[in-house]
């Protein structure tokens, strides 16, 4: 697991040079990013004390429970880090513990979510850098149809705008909407650093936050956990940017808000679905479409794929049934009066499950 996990990241260079490094340290840039021992003592004393530890072995609930002690002495050190612009390596280290997708496991790295557990104190320190600088400058220029990861958005809102569209523009005209919903492939570990803090640069963030981002994507490094006392060897990341960080769906964000497109494009996180209405008698340009989004994504590292749970080998029955019942009830608009088996020799058409099958033998 330790050598599977690290092996999508491996087509990429890591990051060598800081191009923000080094920020200009004086009582100004001291002002612009401090955090008070006030702001310390509220964010230790929020904290949840069921959540695992990190690979310091630093327990939740220690900081919890002695928030007032540790408040002074920790924003010093957070202060530290912010004004220099580092972060100590363990802060830069995760045990990540590999969360299955679904049951039975046959792919190490289709089926299992690699989880990263990282220092608490490293994410006391994301989130002040989140909250005051990396937020609102993502949120000032977010592609308004990006519903995850968004503060007062969810699948739902997506839906309902995505079920609107598609209503408005096919009411009374014989027109129709044509959908392809799309999945980026292993989205936080395909993720070219050096992509990334181009365009970091290019957001409202003063340059010594910058500097401090680029150095949390430096020299990471982790190993599996299974057990208590269970673990592999360190390894390097050379891209990613961990899942389980207050930082890390930010910064993808970052990476996608200018994927874009003339057809209706909705994102959530790291799903994405684009549409177009045809009218009658006009051709479909939605393959077009599929293909200028999935170049435009290569050139970034990620990886688009399409309609990956139709095709899925191990498709959980429940999954395979409601699939089916999409077909079943799109040939029942056509053929009204025949059964499916019928209407689907009638037009031509497999079952969905035969047709899953057949593919993934020639696969």
Not at 60 to 81: C, F, M, Q, R, T
Not at 266 to 294: A, F, H, N, R
Request: hydrophobic residues 40%; contains cysteine; charged residues 25%.
């Amino acid at each position: 697991m330790n050598s599977a996990f690290p092996t999508p990241m491996q087509s990429f260079e890591p990051l060598t040079h800081n191009p923000f490094d080094p920020p200009q340290i004086n009582k100004e840039s001291h002002a612009v990013n401090t955090i008070s021992e006030f702001s310390t003592f509220m964010k230790l004393s929020a904290l949840n004390p069921s959540k695992a530890q990190g690979p310091d072995g630093i327990p939740v609930w220690l900081l919890k429970e002695n928030a007032d002690l540790l408040a002074g002495p920790v924003s010093v050190i957070l202060n530290s880090s912010f004004h220099e612009s580092r972060l100590p390596p363990s802060w830069k280290e995760a045990d990540v513990v590999p969360v299955p997708k679904q049951r039975p496991i046959n792919d190490i790295n289709k089926h299992l979510r690699p989880i990263s557990l990282t220092p608490i104190l490293s994410k006391l320190a994301e989130d002040h850098i989140v909250e005051k600088y990396v937020k609102p400058a993502v949120l000032q220029s977010i592609d308004p149809r990006q519903f995850g990861s968004i503060p007062k958005s969810s699948t739902t809102h997506a839906l309902v705008n995505m079920t609107h569209n598609w209503l408005v523009n096919t009411d009374g005209n014989v027109a129709t909407a044509r959908v392809a919903l799309l999945d980026f492939r292993k989205a936080f570990d395909l993720i070219d650093h050096s992509v990334l803090v181009e365009k970091l640069a290019t957001y409202d963030i003063p340059s010594q936050t910058k500097s401090w981002i680029v150095d949390f994507l430096m020299n990471r490094k982790q190993r599996v956990k299974l057990a208590q006392d269970c673990h592999s060897e360190w390894c390097s990341v050379p891209s990613r940017v961990p899942l389980g960080t207050k930082l890390g769906p930010w910064l993808f964000l970052i990476m996608i808000t200018d994927l874009d497109t003339p057809a209706d494009l909705w994102k959530y996180v790291d799903d994405t679905s684009c549409s177009e209405i045809v009218t009658k008698g006009s051709e479909s340009k939605l393959q077009e479409v599929v293909d200028d989004l999935s170049r435009q994504a290569s050139i970034d590292g990620p990886v688009l794929e399409y309609a990956g749970p139709v095709f899925q080998r191990s498709l959980p029955n429940y999954i395979s049934e409601d699939l089916e019942r999409i077909q079943r009830r799109a040939l029942r608009i056509i053929y009204p009066d025949l059964s499916y088996g019928v209407a689907l020799e009638t037009a031509g058409l497999p079952k969905l499950n035969e047709e899953r099958k057949d593919f993934n033998q020639s696969v």
